[in-house]
């Protein structure tokens, strides 16, 4: 079935936003692009799920970048070694060079020596295809190596975007920092953007002397969109839909999240999606949305739990009721929460904080993912 455009939701939560969904990041936009332009690297930096991916995706289709550059986008979270890297590398590189056509194709094809004989070929668009295994990357710094030199002689600049780039300090080839540090620094064609969401990882990769990155990049902060601005971004899109929501229910979305994207966006697209043409959204509709999501959730929530000791679990609770917890090892935080003991909470919080179920801001803690913390306070919802 064809949905009609007043159907589609413009609360975007998967993929490319197109821009008429994108909400605000006009100052964003502009000083990353800016920095680009100008021949910069750009390191940034920000919660999970705050935006970053989509402020790059955002930029990269602005006519400034589209029309004069190359730009390629690599998510390295899930990689963890070099040849891993060297494999997403090589196929964004092959994926963006060869949709213009069948002699980039080939001179790729030519650039990387090392994997001779290692491409399938298509017969249909006479083209070769980069069905290349990890495993035939034998000898990844020397791929590499013939990646860039393939870069090198594009016919225009090229801007790649590495997004989870901290990961690279988790790779057992413990020279990755230097060896990607020294391609860059030669490249005079190409810009990087270097993305992430360890800040303290990151911080340390770009703010470290001892590090090769050491200021060899320009650093973005990427915050919460305003609320008077996303307020009436929603309200608008609702408004051009048919359909109607109080700016105080949007507003209580917003603090409900303390305006995080991905939280906020995704109520909306659940609650947009509840609202008939000619409807409102009222504060109990907007309820029953938010509890469709934590029902959603609940198993996996549920499995997460089962598989937790207790003491990481009766601290994940606490700071879930605390929203926020301070001085978690505090004999105050301790009695209040009935934990056991200083030493145990400091045991399950780094247990909590390494596999990022808990993150961290200024010696304050959260649950990482809002729609858990939520779930567990279940009560306030009912
Ligand atoms: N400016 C924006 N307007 C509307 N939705 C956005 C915007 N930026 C991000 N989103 C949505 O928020 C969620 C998180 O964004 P994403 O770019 O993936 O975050 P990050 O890369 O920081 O983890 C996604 O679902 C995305 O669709
Ligand atoms: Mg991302």
Same mark, same amino acid.
């Given at each position: 079935?064809?949905?009609?455009?007043?159907?589609?939701?413009?609360? $975007?939560?998967?993929?490319?936003?197109?821009?008429?969904?994108?909400?605000?990041?006009?100052?964003?936009?502009?000083?990353?692009?800016?920095?680009?332009?100008?021949?910069?690297? $750009?390191?940034?930096?920000?919660?999970?799920?705050?935006?970053?991916?989509?402020?790059?995706?955002?930029?990269?289709?602005?006519?400034?970048?589209?029309?004069?550059?190359?730009?390629?986008?690599?998510?390295?979270?899930?990689?963890?070694?070099?040849?891993?890297?060297?494999?997403? /590398?090589?196929?964004?590189?092959?994926?963006?060079?060869?949709?213009?056509?069948?002699? /980039?194709?080939?001179?790729?094809?030519?650039?990387?020596?090392?994997?001779?004989?290692?491409?399938?070929?298509?017969? $249909?668009?006479?083209?070769?295809?980069?069905?290349?295994?990890?495993?035939?990357?034998?000898?990844?710094?020397?791929?590499?190596?013939?990646?860039?030199?393939?870069?090198?002689?594009?016919?225009?600049?090229?801007?790649?975007?590495?997004?989870?780039?901290?990961?690279?300090?988790?790779?057992?080839?413990?020279?990755?920092?230097? #060896?990607?540090?020294?391609?860059?620094?030669?490249?005079?064609?190409?810009?990087?953007?270097?993305?992430?969401?360890?800040?303290?990882?990151?911080?340390?990769?770009?703010?470290?002397?001892?590090?090769?990155?050491?200021?060899?990049?320009?650093?973005?902060?990427?915050?919460?969109?305003?609320?008077?601005?996303?307020?009436?971004?929603?309200?608008?899109?609702?408004?051009?839909?048919?359909?109607?929501?109080?700016?105080?229910?949007?507003?209580? $979305?917003?603090?409900?999240?303390?305006?995080?994207?991905?939280?906020?966006?995704?109520?909306?697209?659940?609650?947009?999606?509840?609202?008939?043409?000619?409807?409102?959204?009222?504060?109990?509709?907007?309820?029953?949305?938010?509890?469709?999501?934590?029902?959603?959730?609940?198993?996996?929530?549920?499995?997460?739990?089962?598989?937790?000791?207790?003491?990481?679990?009766?601290? #994940?609770?606490?700071?879930?009721?605390?929203?926020?917890?301070?001085?978690?090892?505090?004999?105050?935080?301790?009695?209040?929460?009935?934990?056991?003991?200083?030493?145990?909470?400091?045991?399950?919080?780094?247990?909590?904080?390494?596999?990022? #179920?808990?993150?961290?801001?200024?010696?304050?803690?959260?649950?990482?993912?809002?729609? /858990?913390? #939520?779930?567990?306070?279940?009560?306030?919802?009912?």
């Amino acid at each position: 079935m064809l949905i009609m455009k007043n159907e589609e939701n413009p609360f $975007v939560v998967t993929g490319y936003i197109k821009p008429d969904y994108f909400c605000d990041r006009k100052a964003e936009s502009e000083r990353l692009t800016k920095l680009l332009l100008n021949g910069n690297n $750009v390191m940034l930096k920000s919660d999970r799920r705050m935006g970053k991916t989509g402020l790059i995706q955002y930029c990269f289709n602005k006519s400034e970048l589209i029309d004069n550059y190359y730009t390629f986008f690599i998510d390295i979270l899930h990689t963890s070694c070099l040849q891993e890297f060297v494999h997403e /590398f090589g196929r964004a590189v092959y994926e963006q060079t060869t949709s213009r056509g069948r002699k /980039f194709a080939q001179r790729f094809l030519k650039a990387l020596r090392s994997l001779n004989g290692k491409f399938g070929f298509d017969a $249909v668009a006479g083209t070769p295809t980069f069905s290349v295994g990890l495993g035939d990357i034998e000898q990844p710094e020397y791929t590499l190596d013939e990646i860039f030199n393939y870069l090198q002689q594009m016919d225009r600049p090229c801007i790649i975007a590495i997004d989870e780039f901290q990961q690279i300090g988790n790779y057992p080839e413990r020279n990755t920092e230097a #060896l990607l540090r020294g391609h860059i620094q030669k490249m005079s064609n190409c810009h990087f953007i270097f993305a992430g969401s360890e800040k303290h990882i990151l911080g340390l990769m770009f703010e470290n002397r001892s590090h090769p990155f050491y200021k060899s990049a320009d650093n973005m902060d990427l915050d919460a969109i305003p609320r008077d601005i996303y307020v009436s971004f929603i309200c608008e899109k609702f408004e051009e839909k048919g359909r109607q929501i109080q700016a105080e229910v949007a507003e209580e $979305v917003y603090d409900m999240f303390e305006g995080h994207t991905y939280y906020v966006q995704k109520t909306m697209n659940e609650a947009f999606s509840n609202t008939p043409e000619g409807n409102a959204c009222d504060q109990e509709s907007l309820m029953y949305s938010l509890r469709v999501i934590l029902d959603g959730n609940s198993g996996l929530y549920k499995e997460m739990l089962s598989k937790m000791p207790l003491r990481q679990k009766t601290l #994940l609770y606490a700071i879930a009721e605390d929203g926020w917890a301070s001085q978690i090892t505090s004999a105050t935080f301790i009695k209040r929460h009935r934990l056991a003991s200083a030493s145990s909470v400091q045991a399950a919080i780094k247990k909590l904080l390494a596999d990022e #179920l808990v993150v961290e801001e200024g010696k304050r803690y959260r649950i990482s993912d809002r729609f /858990f913390s #939520l779930w567990i306070k279940r009560a306030i919802l009912t």
